[in-house]
């Protein structure tokens, strides 16, 4: 089944201990992105990536790191959370085209205390 | 803001009815999309319309675009119980070749059986 995983489904963590959210893909797509969805704010891109070793940044990337080392990865590295990094992560991946919508995983909730 | 728009905010109808729900955006597109979440899970891609396209159909959605108003409308017929849940719009500006989808804020359904 064509889909993006990711993991964990929930975490709950404290202040300034590193994690790292697991994104996987295994439609051979070459764009991947990470937002993140909060009350009032709606979904809010942090991170993307056209390609292996292709990364940049989006709207809100402070705190925040990704790496691109492999086609089908694409991890979302908090060094040091803090509590204002609570919130509810998507990473969704597209064909370079983009012409037929985004897969996205099914979310990661994260509290940070 | 960069998000976009999205009426009503809220909108409750019995299975059976059709539901309308309003997206506008800000900046020329090059495709604007729907999307469906149901509670905290993650985004199901519905339907993706191209700028130069002004209607379209897929199953019981019907998308309309107009690009001089920067407006769309998702129209889901014959509704069911199942189709409880939030709806966005995304918009794909293609500038910078980012890929950024801006989302509106969404629209939260409930078909009552």
């Known amino acids: 089944e064509a889909q993006v995983t990711q993991n964990p489904r929930y975490l709950i963590t404290v202040t300034g201990k590193k994690l790292t959210v697991t994104c996987s893909q295994n439609?051979?797509?070459?764009?991947m992105s990470w937002y993140r969805q909060d009350p009032g704010l709606g979904l809010r891109q942090i991170y993307y990536?056209?390609?292996?070793?292709?990364?940049d940044k989006g709207d809100v990337p402070e705190g925040y790191k990704v790496s691109r080392k492999e086609k089908r990865n694409f991890p979302l590295i908090l060094e040091s959370p803090s509590p204002n990094q609570t919130s509810l992560y998507f990473c969704?991946?597209?064909?370079?085209?983009?012409?037929?919508?985004?897969?996205f995983g099914s979310g990661t909730r994260l509290t940070v205390v | 803001s960069q998000q976009g728009e999205e009426d009503p905010q809220a909108l409750s109808i019995q299975e059976g009815e059709n539901a309308t729900m309003n997206c506008s955006y800000k900046?020329?597109?090059?495709?604007l999309q729907w999307y469906r979440q149901n509670s905290g899970r993650g985004l199901v891609h519905l339907i993706l319309?191209?700028?130069?396209?002004r209607e379209k159909h897929s199953g019981r959605l019907r998308v309309t675009l107009d690009t001089s108003k920067k407006s769309s409308s998702l129209l889901i017929t014959a509704s069911r119980a199942a189709d409880t849940a939030s709806y966005f719009c995304?918009?794909?500006?293609?500038?910078?070749?980012?890929?950024?989808?801006?989302f509106g804020q969404g629209t939260t359904l409930q078909v009552k059986p």
């Open positions: 969704a991946s597209s064909p370079y085209d983009r012409d037929n919508g985004y897969t």
């Open positions: 439609m051979n797509h070459e764009y």
């Open positions: 990536s056209m390609n292996v070793e292709v990364t």
């Open positions: 900046t020329s597109i090059n495709n």
């Open positions: 319309i191209r700028s130069n396209e």
């Open positions: 995304a918009s794909d500006h293609g500038s910078s070749n980012t890929g950024k989808l801006i």
